[in-house]
């Protein structure tokens, strides 16, 4: 069974708590997803293989770890999932971005895959899946089945704001995937919502209502 990491770190903690407040503008918002996104990026790669390498220093030659791993990939599923892409690649740079487009269905709460791109090598590559929200677990779900049909075998999944349902039925389905969140809320609404949640994260990115 697939880890689950809560990042309850409390400079994620404070940050997670302005975005939750309704009144926090679309433009606080994004700022401060991305600083979120650059504390948990931290503990996502924390388990990362380095290698020794050589390295002279001003001093003296010397063996030092750098990343083993060079082929990253970073998956938003759209919209939301763009709100935490910038953050990474700032600890990322050579990572590549794949995006993956899914919408819930407003009455049957399904997802509905409409766009997918990823790099060529994608499936050698550790694999970052990001989305705010993993509410009922469906788009998550979704995403990973679309990389593991495409050869990926190393994939984490980083949210923001988890519902329990939602990370049980994940785990059900990709007990081989780690999941990272910053908090698991308390349950889903009639809507499928998380409760307390933040509401739309896409809408509240974006402005959109
Ligand atoms: C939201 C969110 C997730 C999904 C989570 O996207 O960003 O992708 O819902 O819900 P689930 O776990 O029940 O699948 P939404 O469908 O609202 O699309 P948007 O990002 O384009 O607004
Ligand atoms: N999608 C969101 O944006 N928010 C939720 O609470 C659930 C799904």
Not at 100 to 122: L, S
Request: glycine residues 8%; contains cysteine.
């Amino acid at each position: 069974m697939g880890q689950v990491f809560v990042l309850d770190h409390p400079l994620i903690a404070d940050k997670l708590t302005r975005m939750r407040r309704k009144e926090t503008c679309s433009k606080d918002f994004r700022i401060l997803l991305k600083e979120i996104s650059l504390l948990m990026g931290y503990e996502v790669t924390r388990s990362m293989k380095t290698k020794m390498v050589e390295v002279e220093t001003p001093l003296m030659v010397t063996s030092k770890p750098m990343l083993e791993e060079d082929l990253i990939t970073i998956v938003p599923i759209l919209r939301a999932g763009v709100g935490l892409v910038d953050g990474l690649l700032e600890l990322l740079p050579i990572a590549r971005v794949g995006h993956i487009g899914m919408y819930r269905d407003e009455e049957t709460k399904q997802p509905v895959e409409y766009y997918c791109k990823m790099p060529a090598d994608v499936a050698e590559s550790l694999v970052i899946v990001v989305d705010p929200m993993l509410a009922t677990g469906g788009s998550a779900i979704d995403a990973v089945n679309a990389l593991k049909s495409r050869g990926c075998a190393n994939i984490r999944m980083m949210n923001l704001v988890a519902a329990p349902e939602g990370i049980r039925a994940f785990q059900e389905a990709h007990p081989d995937v780690d999941i990272y969140v910053a908090a698991v809320d308390d349950g889903l609404d009639q809507n499928a919502y998380i409760l307390p949640g933040l509401g739309d994260a896409g809408d509240r990115i974006f402005g959109t209502k």
